[in-house]
């Protein structure tokens, strides 16, 4: 049946039978659907269009199929919906305004240009993984990023893995199975989820031998807890917590010169593992990887995606025989690293070998570093915006707030910055109201084509704009103006 135009107000009332349902010869051989064809190809677009038809049918049983259900192009229409929503990508782009640079739900650190273009050219072209170019003969993937690290560091040697928690799996299974590793109860952490000391250590095979106490852990303690099944002594950077008061902990030179005469090394997870001295740009200060060794530790693990600004990576560093025994074992082949990873991680690396370029170039260190009155500056620009798409049902304002460096580095630390801060409605609104209210911008922000992940708190919605960096101010502002709520 030829549905033709339906005058409008009518449409609700008449009804359209499955006689009506063109076939789906029919609809692939519209000329209008020709642009679809060429962009899913026939396979995605047959099933599609066949889903879509059966639904049809069924509407049409319930006496629900009206004339424009029919109409060829509004079957062409909700074909190219379907077809977009349905391709598109699971793992997508978007805005953290979250405050948390470092935060690791949103894949924490964001590459420097360099390593994306290293990345691309790995990845489209044929590289010397692990190949000698000088010999011409089977080469280490070590290799690509050690010089550098050992430059960096002041280690001997280094290798990588793909994250932390591997490299403090690796060491400990390398070094100390069917062994003793003696460490403070103040540094027995849980970091994020899975990763616990305990835990992590009883996988490695090794065996926790616990000393002091939550709060006070004395030399004696590790010195009487020697024995000939030690491995190692170990000590963990309490990441994401701080204990504060009536507290002692053993600094890396004493451990070293306790482990000395037994032959036993010292081992630091140092968790973020900064390479440079972040007061120099007004940023809280933290133990750098070179200070670790140089107070005597043997071994430093650190993740690449923390404050060094890198791809995900976990990077052992120190003596060279003792990096050699880690090399050797089983679990550093299951553990290694991809190309993507190394092509990453070299030109980040070198960024560090000019520290006067850093705050510029490294992003991680760009976003930390940006001044309270720019970011300022910028909510204030994107007020109106936000208001007029919000209407008269919520407040903006943009207002002061602290940011945090996330991924437990530095958890007491916060970096003054600037935001939006969205209330629902007007004071005589109730409370629940306002609830549901903020919960539903949250989810329209989150639904826009490009995500803006905020966080809800008293009773408000912050938009911290640390993170959102010049070039992709315009495209935040157009998404706003697009928000339906
Ligand atoms: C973050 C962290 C880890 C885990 O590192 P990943 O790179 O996330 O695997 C391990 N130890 C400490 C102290 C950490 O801070």
């Known amino acids: 049946m030829a549905a033709a135009i339906t005058p409008a107000g009518t449409a609700a009332t008449s009804t359209a039978s499955a006689s009506d349902i063109p076939s789906v010869d029919r609809v692939l051989n519209l000329a209008d659907i020709k642009p679809l064809l060429a962009l899913y ?71 420097p240009d360099e390593a994306v273009q290293a990345v691309v050219s790995a990845l489209t072209s044929p590289a010397n993984l692990e190949f000698d170019l000088e010999t011409g003969g089977r080469g280490d993937r070590d290799s690509l990023v050690e010089d550098v690290l050992c ?70 303690d590790y010195a009487n807890a020697i024995t000939p099944r030690s491995a190692m002594l170990m000590k963990v950077h309490c990441s994401n917590y701080a204990i504060s008061g009536f507290t002692r902990s053993v600094e890396v030179s ?51 995606d923390k404050l060094l600004g890198g791809p995900q990576a976990g990077l052992i560093v120190g003596r060279a025989d003792l990096i050699r025994r880690i090399k050797k074992n089983p679990l550093k082949r299951a553990l290694r690293v991809g190309k993507l990873t190394l092509a990453a991680l070299e030109p980040v690396l070198r960024l560090y070998l000019a520290p006067e370029f850093l705050a510029e170039r490294l992003t991680t260190l760009r976003l930390l570093t940006r001044s309270q009155p720019a970011i300022k500056a910028q909510a204030e620009r994107l007020l109106p915006t936000l208001q007029n798409a919000l209407g008269t049902h919520y407040t903006v304002s943009a207002e002061a707030m602290f940011s945090q460096i996330g991924s437990g580095a530095l958890p007491v630390d916060q970096l003054p910055s600037h935001g939006l801060v969205v209330r629902a409605g007007n004071a005589a609104n109730g409370g629940k109201r306002h609830g549901r209210a903020l919960d539903k911008l949250e989810k329209a922000l989150r639904q826009l084509p490009r995500p803006v992940i905020g966080r809800i708190a008293s009773d408000a919605l912050w938009l911290d704009c640390r993170c959102l960096e010049q070039q992709d101010e315009a495209l935040f502002s157009t998404q706003l103006q697009g928000l339906s709520i």
């Open 41 to 111: 190809g026939r396979t995605q677009l047959t099933a599609a269009l066949r889903k879509h038809l059966d639904k049809l049918r069924a509407d049409a049983l319930a006496g629900k199929l009206i004339p424009a259900d029919v109409d060829d192009s509004q079957l062409i229409a909700i074909l190219e919906k379907q077809l977009t929503a349905a391709s598109r990508l699971h793992l997508r782009a978007l805005f953290n305004l979250t405050g948390t640079v470092l935060h690791t739900n949103l894949g924490r650190a964001l590459l």
């Open 151 to 220: 430059e960096l560091t002041g280690a001997e040697a280094a290798t990588v893995v793909n994250n932390n928690a591997a490299a403090v799996l690796l060491m400990l299974n390398a070094l100390a199975q069917r062994k003793e590793v003696i460490v403070s109860r103040g540094e027995l952490v849980e970091i994020g989820g899975a990763f616990r000391i305990p835990d992590i250590m009883q996988r490695a095979g090794a065996k926790l031998v616990e000393i002091g106490t939550t709060n006070r852990t004395h030399p004696a």
């Open 254 to 304: 004493t451990l070293a010169e306790l482990a000395r005469p037994h032959g036993l090394p010292v081992t630091v997870d140092l968790g973020s593992g900064t390479l440079v001295d972040l007061t120099q740009w007004g940023l809280p200060g933290e133990t750098t990887v070179r200070e670790t060794m140089r107070q005597g530790a043997d071994l430093v693990t650190f993740s690449g």
